[in-house]
């Protein structure tokens, strides 16, 4: 019996696969799937109890399924961390590693729902849970108040994706094929780029308009600031159904890789069932939920005891942690000169949260009465628009070399220097409250 008969049977499904389409291969369910293992198809086969075998396949296929599953302990142990007192700096690091895995199981377990579903259901199912760390963690931010953690997480994502993961994609793909010449197709990378700088433009109009009044001589006001705010974060929501419908129905060609990811093709059906797959999802969904509380809610501490800024931690340490798995697929497949699949995780992944998740958290932000703008400081605006602009002109020609992805690199590390010594107005606040808590101030544990 195989894998898939297994399956169906273990979840009262019986079909025929071989006739329904298959789910669109895009380059984040490819990537995702570098750090999965081959499991024993025969594991649990012998027992008796249909229930006890559906349990111990779904714990192979989803718990041991990635080369990553070591990191799942962090998950206890940041648990045991919260409620016995160890530390908040240890509950931020240990919940920050915990989040690693699920992000990828996360992947996992939307692609096998997608085998259900059908190509266009899976697809935007795909596209919507690609960023699900993130959204979750910006969620409890918003109700927590800490709109500039927000911020500084969003932000820190769409940079990573720009700068870390698409430059050292380039770079080590360009080292690993010193003898060939990288070509990639431009055209999806042109569409990406297009939405990033509609995205950048809608950040910058508050710091625009605020930058002229005072010229003039007048004050600048909040509520025209929102109410702009909220204007482009519609406008920007509208333009991401457009671009799902580009992606997704007349230009789907563009965005499916056509690339398999293993040459025996043993990932083509699914290895679980859909009621299995969708509960193990809303499970790991809450999981992420609570890891993300506890990054929220002791984020501060772990900037006061480690003496370092909180934009620092949120723009640069939590995008790197949250999305490794992701991003170490796109470096893999740069290095097997598979540089198409490479942009479409990096440059997909940042236009999602650019023209996606930022616009939506404004929009949630409005209905529960709290006032988030798209307002960005001179260094953050600035960041942020000059990277996209590079990325832009590091791609214009279709080709890649090392140098290009090395350029990327270094401007990554001047923007994560500039956080880390110059603190933003919230890490100054912190510093200060830090200081009347405890006689040692910011140093203080």
């Given at each position: 019996m195989g894998s898939n008969e297994a399956c169906d049977l273990e979840n009262g499904i019986v079909n025929d696969s071989s006739n329904e389409p298959k789910p669109i291969k895009t380059a984040h369910s490819l990537s995702s799937s570098l750090l999965r293992k081959k499991s024993d198809v025969v594991l649990g086969l012998n027992i008796r109890s249909s229930l006890a075998r559906r349990i111990l396949r779904n714990l192979q296929e989803v718990i041991f399924g990635t080369r990553i599953c070591i990191l799942f302990l962090a998950i206890p142990l940041s648990i045991v961390a919260k409620y016995q007192n160890f530390g908040r700096p240890w509950v931020f690091a240990l919940s920050l590693i915990g989040l690693a895995p699920l992000a990828e199981r996360v992947s996992f377990l939307t692609e096998q729902i997608a085998y259900y579903t059908g190509p266009t259901v899976g697809g935007l199912l795909n596209a919507t849970c690609g960023n699900a760390t993130e959204l979750i963690i910006a969620i409890f931010a918003l109700c927590q108040g800490k709109i500039a953690v927000l911020k500084y997480s969003l932000l820190g994502s769409v940079l990573s994706n720009l700068l870390l993961v698409l430059g050292s994609s380039l770079f080590c793909g360009g080292l690993a094929n010193l003898s060939k010449e990288q070509k990639f197709d431009r055209s999806q990378a042109d569409v990406n780029i297009l939405l990033l700088l509609l995205g950048v433009f809608c950040h910058s109009l508050p710091l625009f308009s605020q930058y002229t009044v005072e010229t003039a001589g007048r004050t600048s006001s909040a509520s025209s600031v929102l109410l702009l705010s909220r204007v482009s974060s519609i406008v920007l929501l509208v333009a991401y159904i457009a671009y799902m419908f580009f992606q997704l129905k007349t230009h789907q060609q563009l965005f499916d890789s056509g690339e398999e990811p293993d040459e025996n093709g043993e990932d083509e059906h699914a290895v679980i069932g859909f009621?299995?797959?969708?509960?193990?999802?809303?499970?790991?969904?809450?999981?992420?939920?609570?890891?993300?509380?506890?990054?929220?809610?002791?984020?501060?501490?772990?900037?006061?005891?480690?003496?370092?800024?909180?934009?620092?931690l949120s723009i640069i340490l939590l995008p790197i942690v949250g999305n490794a798995a992701e991003h170490a697929g796109s470096i893999i497949f740069a290095y097997k000169n598979k540089l198409d699949i490479s942009l479409g995780v990096a440059l997909g992944s940042a236009t999602q949260i650019s023209i996606f998740l930022v616009p939506l958290c404004v929009i949630v932000a409005w209905i529960m009465h709290i006032k988030m703008d798209l307002s960005l400081s001179i260094l953050e605006t600035g960041s942020?628009?000059?990277?996209?602009?590079?990325?832009?002109?590091?791609?214009?020609?279709?080709?890649?070399?090392?140098?290009?992805?090395?350029?990327?690199?270094?401007?990554?590390?001047?923007?994560?220097?500039?956080?880390?010594?110059?603190?933003?107005?919230?890490?100054?606040?912190?510093?200060?409250?830090?200081r009347l808590e405890s006689p040692v101030g910011y140093s203080a544990a």
């Open positions: 009621w299995s797959a969708f509960s193990w999802l809303v499970g790991m969904t809450a999981v992420i939920a609570l890891l993300s509380e506890y990054v929220v809610g002791t984020i501060e501490a772990a900037s006061i005891s480690w003496g370092i800024p909180i934009s620092f942020l628009a000059v990277s996209v602009l590079i990325v832009a002109f590091t791609l214009q020609d279709g080709s890649s070399h090392y140098m290009k992805g090395g350029v990327l690199l270094f401007v990554y590390m001047v923007i994560a220097t500039s956080f880390l010594v110059l603190p933003s107005q919230t890490d100054q606040a912190n510093l200060i409250g830090s």
